[in-house]
Structure formats: structure tokens, C-alpha cells
């Protein structure tokens, strides 16, 4: 294939739903095939006019003009976007697994900005954040009411440069100011360990420039320790997505050479493409195998792939890849549900936009857009049953999502008075009790994990009695 689609999800001081993302920064934008509507610019023309003469104070004509390039894409979809120089910079570093921040990987919750986990010797990990803490102040900035993307962004800044945080801990029940002070963040997408005697856990939580080599070094690793393996477990949970390739790459180490791996399809000629199991699909131009060696056990080794609501775009791929080539079992609770595609066109030297152009497609032709993957075994994220997990957003809760049909407006209703019962819920037993953090993944503890470990051992897994099947809003789109 001449090009190929990458995937670039925001990573910036941690993990935020990733976009799959072509990375085709093209110099200029694709022209318009039919005439601009003259009356509309008139008035566009006239509202910047009247704002810049009439407004309480001047107003920078390129602030106006941004503001309203931002505002026409931001109006398309939850993932469309514009970059100005600041932006742009950031998104570009965030393939790489490098920024400048405080290192923690956030969600959101209740409003504020959650943390997921601290990434080990960052900033944030030596000043003694927690999973599980919740970030209410940024400086002198409420969080509430900011996006997640607003606070990732006044979470960065320059090396050397402090930021002040308020946390409030649940688990103690108090607020108290954190300052730390901004250093480049080095993310490790990928760990890996034997569990016990003939099985391995291998984690992907993001899919970057250097997660295929990474992944094949850990399995590399794993084989060593454990030549004759009997089972491995990958684990996608609260992986955002990331690098095209490196999901088609994941994907290939266990699949047969050429099975398809996914399909994207869309307006424009670029945008329909079908990815295979091959080095030509995944490798960087001009690059080696990353995946030369190793062992050919890895095709047929039994494979369990953990997922959950926080399992998005690239994990996806993944995880409906072997699905639908009867490749492994996929456990856990049914993923994020963004099954769209954006391309970055450059504006200029500095600045660009982030568009959808295309849905992607499971090999037997599935669009998860709005659903995700259903896994095989559901699973309850605890032994106790799922605590957090109704309040968990999805890509059919983002405003202005892509669908595939008319809004079922009674389904959003329901899901918002879902989340609504359930917050209620939490807030009254941790006034009863003190809620207990979820357990680390690949921990002792880690319960979906020990249910994964299970079922390939053929012994009784505790299947969740509560979980069901999230529906589309509608029906698929033709492909």
C-alpha cells in the first residue's frame, strides 16, 4: 500500500480518548468542489466587522479568525478540532510518548479531572498523587466545567515552569494544594511480566512511535523466561488508541499473514483502504520487520484480550481483529465506541486541522461507531461488582457524535439518568463507607486479570450478572 493511515491519539500528561488519526499534514487544504455561499460569508465578513469596531475593548483580528475557524470545526464532531501553533506542537509530541507536563494519565469524573494513575518517577508520582484523585483547581482555574483537553493543556507548559493543583482525595476526604513543577514526561506504553509458571500479562496503554518495538522486545523477554508459554493475556483497559500501525502491528503478531485486520471508508478516495496482517501495512517507510522475531508460537499461543469502557479507537482495532478472526477471547466490559477516522490537514507552518473523513470497520464489516466491542465474557471491573463503571463516559455520550442514524434521544436520556443514579449511589456509601480505589492492573488483586488467568487455565470464571450489552443508536450505515 503507497500510504498509509496513521493514528495519533492525544497523549499529554496521560491518556485522553484517543483520535484515529490519519497524519497526513498536507501543506495546503483540500479545495472546495462547489462555491463558497456568498451570503453567508457576507454576514461571517459583517459579524467580524461589527466586532472588531463595536466591541468593549480591541480584539486581535487572528484571535477572531481562529476563533471562528476553531468554532466551524469544533461544531462537526467531538474529534474534529483546530491547532494554532501551541496546539499543534503538542499534538504532534504526543505520537512520540514524550511532553512536557506533570506525568499523570487523567480521565474525567463527576466534572473534574481524575486521575487514572501517576506515571512511575514523574513529577507527580515523587509529589505523592493517587489513583483515583481528583484535580478540582488548575492555578487559580476551576476545573469544572473545562473539557478534558482545556486541562491537559493548562497542565502543560515549559520545562521548569511550576503548576499548582488542588486535589481532593475521597479516600481521606480533604482538599489540599500540590505545586509541581512541569518536566519532560517519558511514557512506557508497554509492560509485561510472567504471572505464574507458563502464563504471561502483557499491557499496551497507548499506541505510539515506539510501542510495536517495544511490544516485541517484552514478548521477546517473556519467551526467554517461558519457552513453552500456555497463555498470554493483553490487556487494552483505558488504552485511548494511538498509532494506526501499531494497532495493525499488535494486531498481526497473533493473526495469519494477509487476514484483514481493519478497513476504513469514507467521501474521499484516500479514505477507503483495507489493512492487512502484513509488514507492508504497518512497518515505517523503509524500516525493518518489527515483528521478525518472534516466535512462530505466538500464532496459536491461547490469547485472552482484556477491554473496558475506557478502551478506545486503536484498542479497538485491535480487539475486533481477533475477535472476528477467532483469534481470542475478549473479556471485560464493552469498550469506548470511537469508530471514526480524522485526518490532519496543515494549514500552514504552525497550524492545522483535525477532520473526520472516514468510519472504520472490523474485518467481518462491523462499524463500532457509537457501540464498540462487545466482548465475549463480561466481566465486573471488581469481585464486589462494577463501582465506577456507570459513570464512565462513551463515545455515544460525547456531544455531537458521528452516528450512523437518527439520535435516540430516549437512549441519551436513559444513559444520563443511569449515570445520575449511579453517582448518587457512590456519593451515599462513601459517606457510609471509605470507597477502596481500584486495584492496579496487572496487580494481585487485579480481578479481571485473575478471571483472564482463568479461562485460560479452564478453570470457573465469575462472570458479571449485571452487564448487558450496550445497543447502537442506530442501524449501520451501508459500507
Known amino acids: 500500500m503507497s500510504s498509509k493511515l496513521k493514528v495519533a491519539g492525544w497523549v499529554a500528561l496521560g491518556a485522553v480518548a484517543g483520535a484515529l488519526t490519519t497524519m497526513q499534514l498536507q501543506a495546503n487544504a483540500r479545495s472546495s468542489l462547489s462555491p463558497l455561499p456568498l451570503e453567508e460569508m457576507q454576514q461571517l465578513a459583517a459579524v467580524f466587522g461589527i466586532v472588531k469596531s463595536d466591541y468593549v475593548e480591541p480584539v486581535d483580528e487572528k484571535k477572531l479568525i481562529n476563533d471562528a475557524i476553531a468554532g466551524m470545526v469544533s461544531g462537526l464532531d467531538p474529534h474534529s478540532q483546530f491547532f494554532d501553533k ?47 484523585d481528583l484535580i478540582s483547581k488548575i492555578d487559580d482555574t476551576a476545573v469544572r466545567g473545562l473539557s478534558l483537553d482545556q486541562a491537559v493543556k493548562k497542565m502543560r507548559g515549559e520545562p521548569a515552569t511550576k503548576v499548582q493543583l488542588t486535589i481532593f482525595r475521597k479516600a481521606e476526604n480533604r482538599s489540599f494544594p500540590v505545586t509541581i513543577t512541569r518536566e519532560e514526561i517519558k511514557v512506557q506504553s508497554v509492560r509485561a511480566k510472567v504471572i505464574e509458571p507458563g502464563y504471561a500479562w502483557i499491557r499496551v496503554s497507548q499506541f505510539q512511535d515506539r510501542t510495536v518495538e517495544d511490544f516485541a522486545k517484552k514478548l521477546e523477554e517473556i519467551y526467554q523466561q517461558e519457552p513453552k508459554l500456555k497463555g498470554l493475556v493483553l490487556d487494552l483497559r483505558n488504552d485511548p488508541g494511538g498509532l494506526l500501525e501499531g494497532a495493525i502491528a499488535i494486531s498481526s503478531a497473533f493473526l495469519p499473514r494477509d487476514v484483514d485486520v481493519v478497513s476504513t471508508n469514507g467521501q474521499i478516495p484516500e479514505s477507503k483502504a483495507v489493512f492487512k496482517a502484513t509488514p507492508d501495512d504497518y512497518r515505517r517507510r523503509g524500516g525493518e520487520d518489527p515483528l521478525r522475531r518472534l516466535p512462530i508460537a505466538l500464532k496459536t499461543v491461547p490469547l485472552v484480550v482484556l477491554v473496558n469502557e475506557g478502551s478506545a479507537s486503536a484498542s479497538e482495532i485491535v480487539a475486533g481483529a481477533l475477535q472476528d478472526n477467532r483469534r481470542a477471547t475478549i473479556m471485560g466490559a464493552q469498550t469506548f ?53 456507570a459513570l464512565r463516559t462513551r463515545e455515544a455520550d460525547l456531544e455531537k457524535h458521528l452516528n ?37 492492573f496487572g496487580s494481585a488483586e487485579d480481578f479481571p486479570l485473575l478471571q483472564a488467568l482463568n479461562q485460560l487455565q479452564g478453570k470457573p470464571v465469575l462472570v458479571s450478572k449485571t452487564a448487558t450489552e450496550r445497543k447502537a443508536e442506530a442501524k449501520p450505515a451501508a459500507k
Open 404 to 440: 450512523n442514524g437518527p439520535e435516540d434521544e430516549a437512549a441519551n436520556k436513559e444513559r444520563e439518568k443511569a449515570r445520575e443514579e449511579a453517582r448518587a449511589k457512590l456519593e451515599a456509601e462513601s459517606k457510609r463507607n471509605e470507597l477502596k480505589p481500584l486495584p492496579e
Open 337 to 389: 465506541g470511537k469508530g471514526s477516522v480524522q485526518t490532519v490537514r496543515q494549514l500552514g507552518p504552525d497550524t492545522a486541522i483535525k477532520i473526520t473523513t472516514a468510519r472504520y470497520y472490523t474485518p467481518s464489516g462491523r462499524s463500532i461507531q457509537a457501540k464498540g466491542i462487545v466482548p465475549d465474557v463480561m466481566l465486573d471491573e471488581t469481585a464486589e461488582g462494577n463501582v465506577f463503571a
Open 86 to 132: 501551541k496546539s499543534f506542537k503538542e499534538f504532534r509530541e504526543g505520537t512520540t510518548g514524550r511532553f512536557v507536563g506533570v506525568g499523570i494519565e487523567i480521565g474525567m469524573e463527576d466534572g473534574l479531572v481524575k486521575i487514572v494513575s501517576p506515571i512511575e518517577g514523574s513529577p507527580a508520582f515523587r509529589a505523592g498523587l493517587k489513583s483515583g
